[in-house]
C-alpha cells in the first residue's frame, strides 16, 4: 500500500505534473507522520510545498494543532490552513487542493491504493508518469466521458480529434478549459481539414496557431502534424504581446504570412522559450507537443498539447478521459 502525490504545475518539466510515492498506508496515515516534521522535509518528500497549503507546517506550530486523529479531523485541519484563494475537497483515502498562486493556479492531489482501487479511471492519467504516453490504437467506438467543446466546422468523414491543451491556465477552475473535439475527421486528415478550414470565435489560439503552420494540400498522414508541430514550437509562447497569436486567425495564406511576420518581428535572442528544450510525440493517432516555454526563477516552464483521435481513445479509455477531465477542471478526483 502507497500514497501518491501529484503536483500540476508548468515547472513540473515536460509532462506539466510531478508524481511522487510516499511511503504510507493511507492518506491520513502520511499526514500524522510528517504532522511534527518542518517545513523542509515535507518539501523534500513532495519536491516542493504543498499547493495551497505551503504554510501548514508553520500554522501546526502556531496553533498547536495536534495530530489528526480521524479523516474528519485532518479535513478540519487542512481547510484551517488554507490559503488565500485557496481551495480543498477531500474525502476519505483523497484529498487534493488548489492555489490561485503561479501562472493559471496550481493543484495538489494526494490519493492512496485505497482510493486507486475504487477509481482507477480517475487516477489512471494523474499516475502515468512519463509524459510520453502509448501509442496503440484500435478501431472501436469511444464516447467521452467528460464533456468537450465542439468545434466548427466538422468534418466530411469518420471519427473526432480531440484536444487536450494545457497551456496557460494549467489548473482550471471552471468547465471552460480547452478541452475540445472536431467531429468527422480523424488525426491523419487533420492538416488537410485545418488547411480547408476558416477558424471560428471558439477556436482555442492553439489550433489557430497550427493552422497557420500547414500547406496549402497538405498529404494525410502523420508527417504534415509534425512538420506542423516543429513550426508552432518556435514560436515564444510566454511573449508578452503574442501578435502571432492574434494574427493567425485570417486566411490560411494570410496567417502564414502574419505568423512569420510577428516572429521575425520578434528577435530570438528575446524569445524565452528553448526550442530545442521541448519535446515532441507523433504517431498514427496521437500527437502532443510539450514546448519549452521559458523559465521562472530556476525551473523550465513547459506547455503541453494533446491531440487524440478517437481510435487511440479507444485503445486507451482512462488515458483519454482522463486528459480531457484534466483539461477541463482542477478538480479531478471528484465524481463526475
Known sequence: MAVHFVRRCHTEGPACKGVYRLEADTVLAWFQKIWADDADRVRE??????????????????????????????????????????????EPHAVQVFSAQGDGGQAGYFFDDVFVQDNPRSTAFLLHEDWELPERHIDDWFSSEAPARLLRPSGSGDGSVYLALLTS???PTSGDAPACRIPGVRLPELCRWLSHSQPYGDWPPELCLLRSQVDDEPRTGPEPLRAALLGCNRL????????WAKASRGTLKEARAATAAALAAFPEK?????????????????????????RSGKADVYRRWVLFDDQWAAANKALANGLLRYARRWDVLSAV
Not at 236 to 243: I, R, S, T
Open 236 to 243: 515564444p509562447l510566454l511573449a508578452a504581446d503574442p501578435a
Open 169 to 171: 491556465g494549467d489548473a
Open 270 to 294: 528575446q524569445r524565452p522559450n528553448k526550442p530545442k528544450k521541448s519535446q515532441l510525440q507523433v504517431s498514427e493517432h496521437l500527437a502532443q507537443l510539450c514546448p519549452h516555454a521559458g
Open 45 to 90: 518528500a513532495l519536491g516542493g510545498p504543498i499547493p495551497g497549503l505551503e504554510n501548514l507546517a508553520e500554522l501546526v506550530r502556531e496553533r498547536r494543532l495536534p495530530p489528526p486523529e480521524s479523516d474528519d479531523g485532518l479535513h478540519q485541519h487542512l481547510r484551517a490552513c488554507v490559503g488565500a484563494g485557496g481551495q480543498l475537497l477531500a
